[in-house]
């Protein structure tokens, strides 16, 4: 829990919101089918990253707000919130899964 006040205090980041878009990043690559023409693979992941982490996010906001109806919607946090996670997953997380899965010879093409 320290945690979680430390990145909401000092930087106005909550980090359930960054867990929701990074599981739904890997939710919509592992599990969710594009309808269209895939002409970009990369482009086609964000779209589906994207709508699929701003519902989440919307559902857990609106939530939070039906729990305490006096604090106002904290939009400008989950903005940066999910900023913060698109960030770091581009810059940190992305490039360490790939050299994991290089380095145990995974050859799955969905990963």
Partial sequence: MELLDFFKDKFNIDL??????????????????????????SHDSAI???????????????????????????WVQSFVSYFFATSFYELLLQPVLKWWTRMAGNKDPQS
Avoid at 18 to 23: E, I, K, Q, R, Y
Avoid at 56 to 74: C, E, G, N, R
């Fill in 16 to 41: 359930v919101i960054v867990l929701l878009v990074l599981g739904a990043g890997f939710f919509q690559k592992r599990y969710l089918y594009t309808p269209w023409n895939r002409t970009s693979k």
């Fill in 48 to 74: 589906k990253t994207l709508a699929l982490s701003s519902i989440a996010s919307t559902i857990y906001v609106l939530l939070l707000h039906l729990q305490d109806k006096t604090a106002p919607i904290a």
